[in-house]
């Protein structure tokens, strides 16, 4: 029993994990299912259907445990929503389930045992607690579950794939996991191994970053997140919020992306790592039967990692500096302000920072010290005009200036911060200021940093 992913499903009233690996797919109840006759009683299986022209057993846990629901009638075999396809080696099998909730990453701490008697006739003998799901989850031995079932389809592990059966002119091409949301009438399936999990989208703290939404805390680190709507616009199921966060991580670095739905599990010929999308014809759903024959998009992270250089902010050490470079402190004060994005500016050159006077409407000065200056609005431009907001007074080429911000947010003493530079898609190379530590109550915040002192040089 080891930490890792782990599907969670619905049977009766258990909840049931099973380890990423051993899962192939979830799919849709069959149509047809045909009996088994078997003597006595048959042990679980309660029949075989149809699986992509190949025939699969179908195993009712209920005829071996009690799950909270009426006893199973051995002559008529109940009807489940859905059926989970396990696969230990060789053996393929299908576990008949009420919901597939989805995909959960479970921490080794999080894994309790509780019977230890040992008894290889028990599928369940440990628990896991789950992030965001209420109770425990029954932790399913599928070694075991082969062993006692003796029921499951043979051939060899490429063959069994849902991928290489649904392009069998690849036989033993080399088939993934992928975790799938819905796009605009497709799917889109990241792979299920860079998944660690999913939980409810929290608030975000922006980040000006072409296709980031934002910055959030995750586990006592610094998470840049972005969505499927800014990273494939064209495949984006619609633009309102998200509600779920998708987390993922490689090589120790982290990205979160806005999800509408938990992903499901599926499995699919392995895309290229370094292209960003692959799209494969999906003749093999059977999730649900409105998905037949859709297109699925799978992900390549290497390509969408190399998108986002703003994962190195998610380092658990909650250091963005380079690999092997000492960390770096602002030498200066450095103010925290609001203007279209909280960032950072050096104190340097800043002469004063005061509430917005009352001005006419459309004015374009203001009085300071007994002259005139010239004020420049570095407020959203899609927002309302404001009469309130903070004026912060720059030095200037020939005269000081009033760069006029939502407000100011706190001061950075010098050396009470970590600076680290990034070169990012679409704004070059940014400056960052980090101030806190992962492990502190408040956790650490980053900001990009905005040198309102050169800005004032370029306004004029």
């Known amino acids: 029993m080891a930490a890792g992913g782990y599907v969670l499903v619905d049977v009766g009233a258990v909840l049931m994990a ?3 690996q ?28 149809d699986y992509h022209g190949r025939p699969l057993a179908m195993l009712d846990l209920a005829r071996w445990v009690q799950l909270g629901g009426a006893a199973p009638d051995h002559q008529r075999p109940r009807r489940y929503a859905r059926a989970l396809i396990v696969q230990r080696g060789a053996q393929m099998v299908a576990i008949a389930v009420d919901a597939v909730r989805g995909l959960r990453q479970v921490e080794a701490d999080a894994l309790t045992r509780i019977s230890h008697d040992d008894d290889q006739a028990e599928i ?36 069994a794939s849902v991928g290489a059966a649904a392009q069998s002119a690849l036989a033993g091409a080399a088939c993934a996991t992928y975790a799938v949301v819905a796009g605009n009438g497709c799917g889109i399936a990241f792979p299920a191994a860079d998944l660690l999990e999913v939980l409810p989208a929290p608030t975000l703290d922006p980040f000006q970053s072409p296709l ?29 919020g998200a509600p779920l966060l998708a987390v993922f991580e490689r090589d120790g670095l982290a990205l979160g992306v806005l999800v509408d739905q938990v992903p499901t599990i599926r499995s699919f010929e392995a895309a290229a790592d370094s292209a960003a999308l692959s799209a494969v014809a999906d003749a093999v759903d059977a999730d649900a039967e409105a998905d037949a024959g859709r297109l699925v998009h799978l992900v390549g992270m290497a390509a969408l990692y190399a998108r986002f250089p703003e994962r190195a902010l998610s380092r658990a050490a909650g250091a963005a500096v380079t690999s092997g470079a000492a960390v770096q402190t602002n030498r200066s004060s450095h103010i925290v302000f609001d203007a279209d994005g909280v960032a950072s500016t050096p104190i340097d050159g800043i002469e004063a920072v005061l509430p917005l006077p009352a001005l006419a409407p459309g004015a374009t000065h203001m009085p ?78 980053t900001y990009s940093t ?7 040089q370029t306004l004029g």
């Open 124 to 159: 369940f003998h440990s628990v896991a607690r789950c992030p965001g799901v209420e109770g425990v989850a029954n932790v399913l031995d599928v070694a075991r579950l082969m062993a006692l079932a003796r029921t499951w389809s043979a051939g060899a592990e490429a063959e």
């Open 22 to 49: 051993d899962v192939v797919q979830g799919v849709a109840w069959p149509e047809r299912l045909d009996l088994l006759p078997r003597r006595a009683d048959g042990g679980a299986a309660c029949g075989v259907f």
């Open 212 to 240: 980031t939404e934002g910055l959030c805390l995750w586990r006592g680190r610094h998470l840049p997140v972005t969505s499927v709507a800014r990273c494939f616009p064209a495949l984006a199921a619609n633009s309102r």
């Open 368 to 445: 300071w010290r007994g002259r005139a200056i010239a004020l420049h609005d570095l407020r959203a431009a899609a927002s309302p005009p404001s009469l309130t907001g903070t004026v912060i007074v720059v030095k200037g080429e020939q005269a000081p200036l009033g760069l006029i911000v939502d407000g100011v947010q706190a001061l950075v003493q010098p050396r009470a911060g970590r600076v680290s530079r990034l070169a990012m898609a679409g704004r070059g190379v940014v400056d960052l200021l980090t101030i806190g530590s992962a492990g502190a109550a408040g956790g650490q915040s």
């Open 450 to 456: 905005r040198n309102l002192a050169q800005l004032a």
């Open 18 to 20: 099973v380890p990423v």
